[in-house]
């Protein structure tokens, strides 16, 4: 079966660096999403990684290991706004999407 | 605001009563989908369609049908709803067929309830 795998929650604190990993297990491999929810918000669209390594867009970073089955996001100078879940998203081989059940990330002061 | 547009915000339904979730985007993408969100679950696919006249079946479409009429809207219907129904249902869009370079738009979500 296919499987996306997340810790279910994280604590950090404001102005810290947080690393929330993704492992996956799928059918093939044609990229890997991250995407940000907010509580009872719709999810936004954070990055998109399909070659191995490390794409970086301001105060977020993703990194994927294609060998390993592996990315993780990386947010830098948390803000409180940061306070989210995380969703990590696999495209696979019939370019279905397979989401992760997130990563819900709490910043404290 | 462009975008998509999601209707109701939230609903409660008495168990084998039907509905229907409205969706309607202005982005003129070809794609939609919808999903339903559950809590400790990924986001699981009900159905999609990759362009105006044509519909398919995600991982989950049991006791839900969709229709495409045009480009704009896509509908979601719970012909006599149950309560494992109950869920956060989000209708997403592309531009073209699967998440590109830039994954879906998705609206704001239905919170649906079935008592």
């Known amino acids: 079966g296919q499987n996306i795998d997340q810790p279910t929650e994280m604590t950090a604190t404001e102005g810290a660096i947080v690393q929330i990993n993704c492992t996956y297990q799928t059918s093939g491999f044609n990229g890997l999403f991250w995407y940000q929810q907010h509580a009872g918000e719709a999810p936004t669209f954070l990055s998109y990684n399909v070659l191995d390594g490390l794409e970086e867009k301001g105060r977020f970073s993703s990194f994927l290991s294609r060998s390993k089955g592996y990315s993780y996001l990386l947010l830098k100078e948390l803000q409180m706004k940061d306070s989210a879940s995380y969703l990590c998203a696999v495209l696979d081989s019939n370019y279905q999407l397979i989401w992760g059940a997130g990563t819900k990330l709490i910043i404290k002061p | 605001t462009a975008g998509i547009t999601q209707a109701p915000t939230s609903q409660i339904l008495a168990a084998g009563r039907s509905m229907t979730l409205r969706c309607t985007q202005d982005m003129r993408h070809n794609a939609m989908y919808w999903y339903r969100q559950d809590l400790g679950l990924g986001l699981r696919l009900i159905h999609y369609s990759n362009t105006a006249g044509t519909t398919g079946k995600g991982e989950v479409p049991d006791g839900y049908s969709v229709s495409r009429a045009n480009t704009d809207d896509f509908p979601l219907t719970l012909a006599s709803a149950v309560p494992s129904q109950t869920s956060v249902y989000f209708c997403?869009?592309?531009?073209?067929?699967?998440?590109?370079?830039?994954?879906?738009?998705f609206g704001s979500g239905t919170r649906l309830t079935v008592v």
């Open positions: 997403a869009s592309s531009e073209l067929a699967g998440p590109g370079l830039y994954g879906y738009t």
